[in-house]
């Protein structure tokens, strides 16, 4: 432990409601609470022997050596001796001797010096230009240490004046120790504390003072101060100036008083000086206070008080007033009564029990003194001590007293900026839980509330901060209540928790590009609409398509509840959370939408079934290209015209055998609602792409069958039965250009199978878009299932246009559907087109290839 460190508590700045509280010095003995008065020749020679002491280590060592710290405490415990009976302690400098002056008359008389040490003390204080020096009750030892060096400095260097001690003690806050400020009897002004001194001091020394504080029984001191609290109310009206009626009131009311009141009037002035424009009863009320707080501190500090006990004291010391006022009134007495203990009695507090007695201010002073500490000095070891002391104060929770819990709930609930400085921690590991078991035990509904405060604030600070097993540690905990209980209290504040803003950081810190936190699907499975919509929402962004694998991970770690809400959206009007729902399923869990899809495939418009389409087509699992095939065989009547021929084409790559018959009849036509052209086209070419040897009678009859001396069925139809009967039949032909070539390389995140050759065109063919967004493009690619296209307009995925393409003499028109979008092109899929365009269009392919 460092000089500085002593004390961990700062002064506090007083408050309206309570007296400016005197100097006060950490490690110090209650001030006259000794039985036997000491000799004050003996006491103060000891004191400046080890003054000494301390003016030569410091002189000697660094500031942290610890001959510095032993000095310094063995300093501090002399002036306690020295103290104890007297209000104050004065010296004076004569030549090379010291005197003891008697406060505030100002006579005193050499102290005895055999060995000549205090000779050298008196030389030190002359050089420092030191001419008198008073010690005020609760010195702190910081501010004895800073008056060492401050001497130290002075001989050191030029001769120090008095206006330099000024403002040299000034300027390091040390009001317990004033340099050079004798008074001067003649010019001294007329005020109450002298007043009071002069009527009422008379026959009094501080030895019998000192002795009937130490004497007093709790009942006497009780009634003296109650007595003085009702002089204070009758002389409320009298003001010092003027003076002789001011006398007469004072020597009216205390014309009777004993011993025992005249010798805490005494104690009183000494230590609270008078305030300006104060009236009597004011400074005798504030005389009261200062009088309970030493009496209180003494009977602690002699153990014969318990902390619990010191709020319930101070109150009886007090005259009786109505309960919520005399409450309030207590706190800054109260705060004021710890702030007069030395650190080390409040760190002792702070390891027991009664810990929460501890008022919250000065909690939250010697935490940020530890944490600032730690931050400026890198020193581990203090913000380790924060944490122990927050978590022994907050283990008062589970105290049976009503009073205890509802402090720690309210003052943690106070030190939320603090918690968020060194929470969480391993040290606080238990801190959540402890807060929410506390909750599950109370039965006060006011303190149940701040628990629930407390326990929020705390569940959004670890979500604020990612510490995503605290939060579900949190909510296990409180999962563990009994059923009623929950219902009550608990699950309105998890829905809370769930509900606040902090929650949606969760979802970025999944979609993150690290490995996922176990404890993150988890959390966020328990509000899987949330999380869907915000997954939907990032979809929609510029940067949903790089965040989806993230997606996918999250959705498939989650599993349930989350994949059966995006089966349920499957059902749902809003045609967003229909397309997020496919897009999140064919990825995650691909199975699950092939199960799903019968049920809501007919009630979606043609994009959805198209985007469905496009998603399921791309799977590449072995055991799901077979299901795949199967469900678009039996969705094939309830699709739009524009998604059939995919459906169709998929069904042909599986090569399922069962599908056969179904295509057999609508390449025949013989199925309603499949009758176009460029469905029957699509149905053969499966079949070819099959090898199905049971349709080639029927295609050979499509060839070759005529209604006079025309063909009974289109040329574009008759190609395509040629193409799949000469594969069918091992010949040669030009079904070579719809054979399936090797898998895509494009950066698709499935490998798709290519239905048809590609031709690269090295001089591309112009062409029109119509649509919502019409314009002129450039065909840099081409095949009979789609096109390249060099473009300027902005066009979306799964977008519909009719597109015009001018090959010399001929115009090929088609419908199409935006596949694939780049800066400046776009893919798209021919879906239909009569049968004369395509039959154009093959015989364009064949002539470039050629």
């Not at 009630?603 to 199967?630: F, H, I, K, N, Y």
């Not at 179904?662 to 499966?686: C, N, P, T, Y």
């Not at 419908?815 to 694939?820: G, L």
Request: aromatic share 4%; with cysteine; net charge neutral.
């Amino acid at each position: 432990m460092t000089a500085e460190n002593l004390a961990h508590f700062p002064r506090r700045q007083p408050t309206e409601a309570s007296s400016p509280p005197m100097p006060k010095r950490s490690g110090q003995e209650p001030l006259a609470a000794a039985a036997i008065p000491v000799d004050l020749d003996a006491s103060a020679a000891q004191f400046l022997r080890s003054l000494h002491l301390l003016l030569r280590a410091v002189r000697l060592y660094h500031q942290h050596h610890p001959r510095v710290i032993e000095s310094l405490k063995s300093a501090g415990h002399a002036l306690d001796a020295a103290l104890s009976g007297s209000a104050v302690l004065g010296f004076a400098v004569e030549h090379d001797r010291l005197v003891v002056t008697k406060q505030p008359s100002g006579s005193g008389h050499v102290l005895a010096d055999a060995h000549g040490e205090l000779k050298t003390v008196a030389e030190a204080f002359a050089r420092a230009s030191i001419r008198s020096l008073t010690f005020v009750p609760h010195t702190r030892l910081d501010e004895l240490l800073q008056f060492a060096r401050s001497i130290d400095a002075a001989c050191r260097g030029r001769q120090a004046s008095r206006e330099d001690w000024a403002s040299r003690l000034s300027e390091h806050r040390i009001t317990g120790i004033r340099v050079n400020q004798a008074p001067e009897r003649p010019s001294e002004p007329i005020t109450f504390a002298s007043l009071l001194e002069a009527l009422l001091g008379g026959g009094l020394d501080s030895s019998t003072g000192a002795e009937l504080w130490a004497n007093a029984a709790p009942d006497q001191f009780r009634v003296s101060l109650r007595l003085l609290w009702a002089s204070a109310a009758r002389l409320g009206q009298v003001r010092v100036e003027a003076a002789q009626e001011a006398a007469r009131a004072i020597r009216a009311e205390f014309a009777g008083a004993d011993e025992l009141l005249r010798s805490l009037l005494m104690r009183g002035v000494a230590l609270e000086p008078p305030r300006e424009s104060e009236s009597l009863g004011l400074y005798l009320a504030r005389l009261a206070d200062t009088l309970s707080v030493h009496y209180t501190r003494s009977e602690y500090l002699a153990r014969r008080l318990r902390a619990a006990e010191v709020r319930m004291l101070l109150s009886q010391l007090r005259p009786e007033r109505g309960h919520q006022e005399s409450d309030a009134s207590l706190d800054p007495l109260v705060e004021r009564f710890w702030s007069s203990l030395a650190a080390r009695e409040r760190t002792r507090l702070l390891a027991t029990p009664e810990a929460w007695c501890l008022p919250v201010t000065l909690l939250r002073d010697y935490l940020e003194g530890l944490i600032v500490a730690a931050e400026s000095r890198r020193a581990e070891a203090s913000r380790r001590e924060a944490r122990r002391a927050l978590a022994d104060y907050a283990r008062c929770l589970g105290s049976e007293e009503e009073k205890a819990r509802r402090a720690v709930a309210s003052g943690l609930l106070e030190l939320k900026d603090v918690l968020e400085r060194i929470w969480p921690c391993p040290q606080l590991a238990d801190l959540g839980k402890s807060v929410v078991a506390a909750l599950g035990r109370e039965v006060s509904p006011g303190i149940a509330n701040l628990l629930e405060q407390l326990t929020q604030s705390l569940a959004t600070l670890a979500l604020a901060r990612g510490d995503c097993a605290e939060v579900e540690a949190i909510l296990a905990e409180m999962e563990k209540a009994p059923t009623e209980f929950d219902e009550e209290r608990l699950a309105p504040l998890m829905r809370r928790i769930v509900d606040c803003e902090e929650w949606l950081l969760l979802v970025d810190l999944a979609l993150a590009n690290r490995p996922l936190d176990s404890a993150l699907p988890r959390l966020l499975r328990r509000d899987p609409e949330r999380l869907l919509d915000r997954l939907r929402l990032l979809l929609t962004s510029s940067a949903g398509s790089n965040a989806f694998p993230a997606m996918v991970r999250l959705v498939r770690a989650a599993g349930e509840p989350v994949l059966g809400a995006l089966e349920t959206h499957l059902l749902e009007p809003r045609h967003q959370r229909v397309a997020t729902a496919i897009k999140l399923l064919s990825a995650a869990a691909p199975e699950r939408l092939i199960a799903a899809l019968p049920r809501a495939f007919s009630s979606w418009d043609w994009s959805l079934q198209d985007l469905a389409v496009t998603e399921l087509s791309r799977q590449s699992a072995p055991g799901l290209r077979p299901q795949v095939a199967q469900l678009f065989l039996a969705l094939l009547r309830e699709a739009h015209l524009l998604v059939m021929p995919g459906m169709i084409d998929q069904i042909g790559l599986v090569g399922d055998a069962a599908a056969v018959p179904h295509l057999v009849e609508i390449a025949a036509g013989d199925v309603e609602r499949l009758g176009d052209v460029f469905l029957r086209i699509k149905s053969i070419e499966a079949l070819g792409r099959m090898k199905a040897s049971g349709a080639a009678t029927l295609l050979r009859s499509l060839v070759r069958n005529r209604s006079g001396l025309t063909y009974a069925e289109p040329a574009g139809l008759r190609s395509a039965a040629e193409d799949a009967l000469a594969l069918i039949e091992d010949r040669g032909g030009s079904l070579n250009l719809r054979q399936p070539a090797k898998a895509s390389t494009s950066n698709s995140r499935f490998v798709q199978p290519r239905r048809y050759l590609r031709v690269a065109l090295s001089d591309p063919l112009p062409a029109k878009m119509e649509g919502p967004q019409a314009g002129s493009a450039r065909v840099r690619s081409i095949s009979l299932g789609g096109a390249l296209l060099d473009t300027s307009g902005q066009y979306a995925v799964g977008e519909s246009l009719r597109i015009e393409i001018h090959g010399g003499f001929d115009k090929i028109h088609a419908t199409v559907v935006v596949r694939s979008v780049s800066a400046k092109s776009c893919g798209v899929e021919f879906v239909h087109m009569s049968q004369d365009d395509r039959e154009k269009l093959r015989r364009r392919i064949n002539k470039l290839l050629n």
